[in-house]
């Protein structure tokens, strides 16, 4: 994307020896917007960039896998400063325009000579081509880089959007995911990006879980350059720029539950026929969270008592004799009664797809939401038992 260079290294913060530090860089200052955590234990550099995003403008964002600088104190909030400053010393430019992103575990200091000695080798790597070492650098557990483009038209001019994610474990997003990077060439002001990028956030990123855990360090930023030309300053333009924006997000946001840990498969929980907007999401997100039905979609058991139950303990308004329940054109439940044997049989076929979508009617109103999770294996046992040693 024009304006945008990127670049990615083995800096020898990861155990495994692979890319661990990536960069994404800006020719020129960017308007930028960013949403993060709303954990209680924040990490270091989520707490600074909280400060920095209020300017509205970034040119450089330093991400480093293996390590998340949380819980480290203030020799963490330090930490993150001094790579802050190493990083605009080498590119020339102020700090202030340098944000920061670290992922990994939790509780141990940043090894700074590792970043001492990666910083400048980083900057020497950078180029328009870089992007797949740069997303391949911000991962931990996850199994194949996340990368999503799309281009839009207004006036005549095409405009380009660029999304970078990881996230495969420790995804309940409380505003974003894990990490993600949108990038832009359209001329836009900060608090229309903010606005646009909250809006994408809310029908992708806060509508997936794998785990059910709100990550210390999620982090969701977008930069615009403004090189297209292309001004993002009245309600045409800004719903045309929104709908490519919320596509970006979307296709990112599903392709971190389709890599959760030890996933087999993908599933879209639709609830619909609620009383209130309120109700259909509670009833969603608790099916989507709930570690029975999660097992049961990996067994290939259409267990739907499990999904019944979590919509009735999720708080929002549920009769049990209103409730029709589809595995995606198959009904399993018919005004509170189970269809039978028969249907059960042909679930259950179904549950062998890769990916599957479960449709609640409440039969209460006529709101609808949704979410996407993925199923539990003992592979995500496995990955997180493990995943210090």
């Given at each position: 994307m024009?304006g945008?260079?990127?670049?990615?290294?083995?800096a020898?913060?990861?155990?495994?020896?692979?890319?661990?530090?990536?960069?994404i860089?800006?020719?020129?200052?960017?308007?930028?917007a960013?949403?993060?955590?709303r954990?209680?234990?924040?990490?270091?550099?989520?707490?600074?960039?909280?400060?920095?995003?209020?300017?509205?403008?970034?040119?450089?964002?330093?991400?480093?896998?293996?390590?998340?600088?949380?819980?480290?104190?203030?020799?963490?909030?330090?930490?993150?400063?001094?790579?802050?400053?190493?990083?605009?010393?080498?590119?020339?430019?102020?700090?202030?325009?340098?944000?920061?992103?670290?992922?990994?575990?939790?509780?141990?200091?940043?090894?700074?000579?590792?970043?001492?000695?990666?910083i400048?080798?980083i900057?020497k790597?950078?180029?328009?081509?870089?992007?797949?070492?740069?997303?391949?650098?911000?991962?931990?557990?996850?199994?194949?880089?996340?990368?999503?483009?799309?281009?839009?038209?207004?006036?005549?001019?095409?405009?380009?959007?660029?999304?970078?994610?990881?996230?495969?474990?420790?995804?309940?997003?409380?505003?974003?995911?894990?990490?993600?990077?949108i990038?832009?060439?359209?001329?836009?002001?900060?608090?229309?990006?903010?606005?646009?990028?909250?809006?994408?956030?809310e029908?992708?990123?806060?509508?997936?879980?794998?785990?059910?855990?709100?990550?210390?360090?999620?982090?969701?930023?977008?930069?615009?350059?403004?090189?297209?030309?292309?001004?993002?300053?009245?309600?045409?333009?800004?719903?045309?720029?929104?709908?490519?924006?919320?596509?970006?997000?979307?296709?990112?946001a599903?392709?971190?539950?389709?890599?959760?840990?030890?996933?087999?498969?993908?599933?879209?929980?639709?609830?619909?026929?609620?009383?209130?907007?309120?109700?259909?999401?509670?009833?969603s997100?608790?099916?989507?969270?709930?570690?029975?039905?999660?097992?049961?979609i990996?067994?290939?058991d259409?267990?739907?008592?499990?999904?019944?139950?979590?919509?009735?303990?999720?708080?929002?308004m549920?009769?049990?004799?209103?409730?029709?329940?589809?595995?995606?054109?198959?009904?399993l439940?018919?005004?509170?009664s189970?269809?039978?044997?028969?249907?059960?049989?042909?679930?259950?076929?179904?549950?062998?797809?890769?990916?599957?979508?479960?449709?609640?009617?409440?039969?209460?109103?006529?709101?609808?939401?949704?979410?996407f999770?993925?199923?539990?294996?003992?592979?995500?046992?496995?990955?997180?038992?493990?995943?210090?040693?």
């Open positions: 024009k945008f260079k990127f670049a990615g290294i083995c020898g913060i990861k155990k495994n020896g692979g890319k661990d530090l990536g960069l860089y800006c020719e020129k200052p960017a308007a930028a960013a949403l993060f955590t954990n209680k234990v924040m990490a270091a550099p989520v707490l600074l960039g909280k400060e920095k995003i209020k300017k509205g403008f970034c040119q450089a964002v330093l991400v480093n896998s293996g390590n998340a600088n949380c819980f480290t104190g203030e020799k963490g909030i330090n930490d993150a400063i001094a790579c802050s400053k190493l990083l605009g010393n080498c590119l020339d430019i102020s700090q202030d325009l340098v944000l920061v992103s670290s992922t990994g575990v939790i509780g141990a200091n940043l090894p700074m000579d590792k970043f001492d000695a990666g400048p080798a900057v790597q950078l180029s328009f081509e870089g992007m797949d070492n740069f997303a391949d650098a911000i991962l931990t557990t996850d199994t194949h880089r996340k990368i999503v483009k799309k281009t839009g038209e207004i006036g005549n001019k095409s405009f380009a959007i660029m999304g970078f994610a990881k996230g495969s474990g420790m995804i309940r997003p409380d505003m974003a995911t894990m990490l993600a990077y990038l832009t060439d359209v001329d836009i002001l900060p608090q229309d990006l903010k606005n646009c990028l909250s809006a994408a956030n029908k992708s990123f806060n509508r997936i879980t794998i785990d059910g855990d709100t990550s210390t360090n999620d982090t969701l930023l977008a930069l615009a350059n403004g090189s297209s030309e292309i001004k993002i300053n009245d309600t045409d333009s800004k719903i045309v720029f929104q709908n490519a924006l919320d596509e970006v997000c979307f296709q990112l599903k392709m971190v539950v389709k890599d959760g840990e030890g996933a087999t498969k993908f599933v879209q929980i639709i609830v619909k026929g609620a009383k209130t907007k309120k109700d259909a999401f509670k009833a997100e608790a099916i989507a969270h709930s570690n029975l039905v999660k097992t049961a990996y067994g290939e259409p267990n739907w008592g499990r999904i019944t139950a979590a919509a009735g303990r999720s708080g929002a549920v009769i049990p004799e209103n409730i029709d329940l589809f595995f995606d054109e198959q009904p439940v018919l005004k509170g189970w269809v039978g044997e028969e249907a059960e049989k042909k679930t259950a076929k179904i549950m062998k797809n890769n990916e599957i979508t479960i449709t609640l009617d409440l039969n209460l109103g006529q709101e609808t939401d949704y979410f999770f993925c199923d539990f294996s003992e592979d995500y046992v496995k990955i997180n038992a493990e995943y210090r040693s």
